[in-house]
């Protein structure tokens, strides 16, 4: 994997670190014996395959990311956007291992725990809890592969998505996760499971772009009868994680009919680097999913870091005139031009965030309901664990 330092030379941006942990979200001794080493609970191979948004297939095994004519073929391909890698291992056997055993823990913390309509059970807000779950999503090897797939730089979302656990019991007849499409740009999704001799417990996505008309399609799904346009993807065994752009394209995870244990599957939230690329994440969804107080905090954070980093790019990267002595040598306008350029942008960016935080604004994108067969937003309906 040394082709990712060469391809991202310069580490990767990561958000600012909360310099509080929001009540009963404080570190736990239970979690202190976990140290992370990359070099020990990471055990990365490329995936067999990448799919783009025409949903056209490029194999790995056809190109050397080495090779820099065949990084600049991979970025062609990736133009119109990732759909989503075929399965690859992510994890050791180690990293499986103590990833199983935070599970466990957390299962007897309360506030970690929610069970809802759509999520009935999952596991959130670790990242405050654990050095290890922190050190692990603000790994520089994990968030250049995700970046590889994305086309662009990725940083981890927020310390309360930091490695969401989604717990399916075997014979519940509940579906892991309803058809949705993400509320923010990227997720590595990563089973921990043993498969093999899960029935049920799928992953499966819609090979279309972000189609809302698609809920008929997806509706008609049953157990006897899946449309060839929904594609399952098989996990080999633990460890395994599949990449994907869920904001794009729909998806869901069946409910585990049979299996020896229950299925964990981990998923790693990824945004964009670049403040002034558009970001895919929706207040609304978690909102409705997490502790309002902690929700409203993360975002009036992730908004702010975004401004200023915008404003940095004014104050430390741009000069009086932005001449290049190629061809702007002498034109005074382009430094006046970005600069009223960027304070729009980021007046843009705290404008938007003042509306969704206050309420004016609502930027709910939702999920099937099962029982309606409609689109529904996240108001964290509890139900019975």
């Known amino acids: 994997m ?22 009963n979200y404080n570190k736990l001794a239970e979690f202190e014996k976990f140290k992370y080493d990359a070099n020990i609970h990471l055990d990365i191979h490329l995936p067999d395959y990448v799919i783009n948004l025409k949903f056209e297939t490029l194999y790995m095994k056809d190109i050397d990311l080495n090779k820099n004519e065949d990084y600049l073929r991979f970025r062609k391909f990736l133009e119109p956007g990732l759909a989503f890698t075929a399965p690859f291992k992510v994890f050791s056997e180690e990293g499986v291992k103590v990833l199983r055993e935070i599970v466990e823990i957390s299962k007897s913390i309360p506030q970690v725990n929610f069970f809802t309509k759509r999520h009935p059970w999952r596991i959130r807000g670790i990242g405050y809890m654990s050095d290890f779950i922190r050190d692990l999503n603000e790994c520089q090897k994990l968030a250049k592969l995700a970046s590889l797939f994305a086309g662009t730089s990725l940083s981890p979302f927020t310390y309360f ?7 399916g019991v075997p014979g519940s007849g509940k579906k892991v996760d309803h058809w949705h499409l993400d509320s923010v740009g990227f997720v590595m999704v990563a089973i921990l499971s043993d498969c093999e001799n899960m029935k049920g417990g799928d992953l499966q996505v819609l090979k279309r772009d972000r189609d809302w008309s698609a809920i008929d399609l997806l509706n008609s ?9 929904i594609l399952t993807v098989k996990y080999p065994g633990p460890g395994y994680a599949v ?37 895919s994440t929706k207040f609304s969804t978690f ?59 980021a007046i843009d960016e705290l404008t938007n965030a003042y509306s969704l935080l206050n309420g004016e604004k609502d930027d709910t994108i939702g999920y099937i309901d099962p029982e309606t067969k409609q689109f529904r937003g996240y108001d964290n309906e509890k139900v019975d664990s």
């Open 287 to 345: 909102k409705g999913l997490d502790p309002e107080h902690i929700s409203f905090m993360e975002f009036a954070r992730l908004f702010a870091w975004r401004s200023s980093e915008m404003l940095d790019e004014l104050i430390n990267r741009t000069d009086f005139d932005e001449a290049n002595s190629q061809d702007r040598k002498n034109d005074r306008s382009k430094g006046k031009e970005k600069a009223l350029s960027i304070f729009k942008m």
């Open 221 to 229: 799904q049953n157990d006897d009868y899946t449309p060839e346009e």
């Open 243 to 279: 990449f994907m752009q869920g904001s794009h394209i729909f998806h869901h995870v069946t409910s585990v009919k049979e299996a020896t244990e229950p299925r964990i599957s981990l998923i790693h939230s990824y945004m964009v680097s670049n403040c002034f690329e558009e970001d």
């Open 161 to 167: 998505n930091y490695s969401h656990f989604n717990i």
């Open 2 to 23: 040394d082709f990712l330092d060469k391809i991202f030379p310069k580490e990767i941006k990561i958000a600012p670190r909360p310099n509080y942990s929001p009540e």
